[in-house]
Each structure stands twice: as structure tokens, then as C-alpha cells.
């Protein structure tokens, strides 16, 4: 033993202090280490390159919706009805993404008020299997609909996934179509259907109801497109443009009506809202008020 380790010994040190797992947050975009709580605290934006980083539904809703909202119960449907299996079964893979998140599925609709006005609120959860769009986010997109048109409100639909659900095959492509009709609902009924975009919305969501709405925001350098760059390239066997299929490209080319920064989204989707429910509810010239 050495005469260090005996010094050592003799020594009152104080134990090692365990630090939290999740004290630190390191960006994705510039790899900046981030105090979580103060990264939380600015919306999960990294202060210094202002990356957009991914936040779960609870998150999502608590930022643009008022103190006090609703979420309304998730659809049941049927669960594995192909009976599929890769590596794992679907119902085990089912069963760890709800270990892991605090809902159902990928899609939550809550019930509430932004700036006052109120609204129908869908957010996707990239975090529930890559947000992917099987039955129940179907059933869900629907249900919110539902909920928009009885309260005669807008329905926001915040989107973030990787596309339609492997593991439920062509029923899951058939909630293209359904999503459809049901935003044909919200247009008979003269009400708004907002769609704020967020990284990444690609695949068979960006092919249906991502990209209907009457209003299109995204947040900025969200990825955004239907099929991947590298499949394109070689597709087309061209070398694409720079900053291809993000938010502020497809703004440039008439895709998106805005690019917002998450800490100016709830404002301008309480403005959104004003406009669009204030020429509904407007008189026309020659009648009376």
C-alpha cells in the first residue's frame, strides 16, 4: 500500500455525490450540453442554435393550451388484428411503447381554450412508435373531429411521425381515406382545420391529413415529406437542393403558409383562430346583425 492511499484513508473525505441521469441535456443539433431544466423551461428549444427538439403530447398540450383543458378518452379499437410479428410481436411492442408513454397510442385530443378561443387539439407523439399512424390514431383523428364539430370550434392537428404502422398493413393505409372524410366534416360545418407540422411529419400522415389543413404552420427545420431524401436521390439520380423537405424550404415554395417558433405558437394560433372564426360568424352586407 502506498503512502498516498494511507493519506488517503486518514482523510475525512466526503462520499462521492450521485448526480442525476437526467440533469443534463445534450442538443441534438449543435451538442451543446443543456441544463434540462432550464432546456424545459425554454419549451425544449436549445438556446444557442434554437433546435426545435421533440416533446411528447403532455408537453405539447400544456404549451398551446390554456390552464385547465380536457383530454378526451381514447378510441378503443382492435389491437394486432393481422397478428403480426417481425423480431417481437406487435402486442409486445404495443405493450413497451405504453410502458413508456402515458397514453394509449400516438395520438391524444384534448379539449380546451387557446388565448380564450376555444378548440380541439390532436397531437402525435413521436415517442409512441415513431408516432406512426395506425387505426387508433385514426380512430383518434376522427373522434377529434367529432369533438371539434359538436363544439363547434377549430380542430388543430399537431403532427410528428414517421408514417403509416407497419404492423397493422393495409388498415392502416385505409386511415388516409377515412382522415380525409373526416376533415370533409369540418368543412361542412364551416369550421377551421389547422394543421401545425413538426419534426418529423413524413410518410402516409403527410400524404393525408397532414397536408389538407386550411391553415399550414410548421415549426422551424422540421423535417417534412412523403418518401426519404436518400430514396429520392437515387430515384431521380440528382443531388437534391440544400435544406430539402425542411419547414423553411418548403415555405420558399408555397407548401406552408408559416414557419413559427414554438415560443410564438400558441399567440399565433389564438390569432389564427380569431380570423378564420370571426368571417364564419360575420353578417353579410344587406342583413341584419
Known amino acids: 500500500m502506498s503512502w498516498l492511499t494511507n493519506v488517503r484513508n486518514a482523510l475525512p473525505f ?26 424545459e423551461a425554454n419549451l425544449s428549444v436549445c438556446p444557442r442554435c434554437e433546435h426545435h427538439g421533440r416533446i411528447g403530447a403532455d408537453a405539447r398540450l400544456a404549451q398551446l393550451l390554456d390552464a385547465g383543458f380536457a383530454l378526451l378518452p381514447a378510441p378503443r379499437v382492435k389491437e394486432d ?34 388565448e380564450g ?3 380541439v387539439v390532436g397531437v402525435q407523439d413521436f415517442g409512441f412508435m415513431g408516432g406512426s399512424m395506425g387505426m387508433a390514431v385514426g380512430s383518434a383523428f376522427v373522434a377529434g373531429v367529432k369533438q371539434a364539430v359538436k363544439e363547434k370550434c377549430p380542430y388543430i ?19 388516409m381515406p377515412r382522415t380525409t372524410v373526416a376533415i370533409s366534416m369540418l368543412r361542412a360545418a364551416g369550421l ?22 386550411d391553415i399550414q ?47 410564438d405558437l400558441k399567440s399565433t394560433l389564438a390569432r389564427t383562430i380569431d380570423y378564420l372564426m370571426a368571417a364564419k360568424v360575420a353578417p353579410r352586407k344587406g342583413k341584419a346583425a
Not at 385530443?109 to 387557446?114: F, H, Q, W
Open 14 to 39: 466526503a462520499p462521492k455525490r450521485e448526480t442525476p441521469d437526467n440533469l443534463w441535456t445534450k442538443c441534438p443539433s449543435c451538442s451543446e450540453m443543456l441544463f434540462t431544466k432550464e432546456y
Open 81 to 114: 388484428p393481422l397478428k403480426f410479428r417481425d423480431s417481437k410481436k406487435y402486442t409486445d411492442r404495443l405493450k413497451a411503447a405504453r410502458a413508456a408513454n402515458p397514453h394509449l397510442d400516438a395520438m391524444t385530443n384534448a379539449l380546451g381554450t387557446i
Open 117 to 119: 378561443h376555444k378548440a
Open 157 to 175: 392537428a399537431v403532427t410528428a411521425a414517421g408514417g403509416a404502422r407497419m404492423q397493422e398493413g393495409i388498415l392502416s393505409l385505409m386511415q
Open 192 to 213: 377551421p382545420y389547422i394543421v401545425v407540422l413538426t419534426d418529423p411529419t413524413t410518410g402516409g400522415v403527410t400524404a393525408s391529413y397532414a397536408m389538407l389543413g
Open 217 to 263: 404552420i410548421a415549426e422551424p427545420d422540421a423535417l417534412i415529406g412523403f418518401a426519404g431524401q436518400r430514396v429520392i436521390q437515387d430515384t431521380i439520380r440528382e443531388k437534391l437542393p440544400e435544406g430539402f423537405q425542411r419547414a423553411e424550404y418548403l415555405y420558399d415554395h408555397g407548401m406552408l403558409d408559416m414557419v413559427v417558433h414554438r415560443r
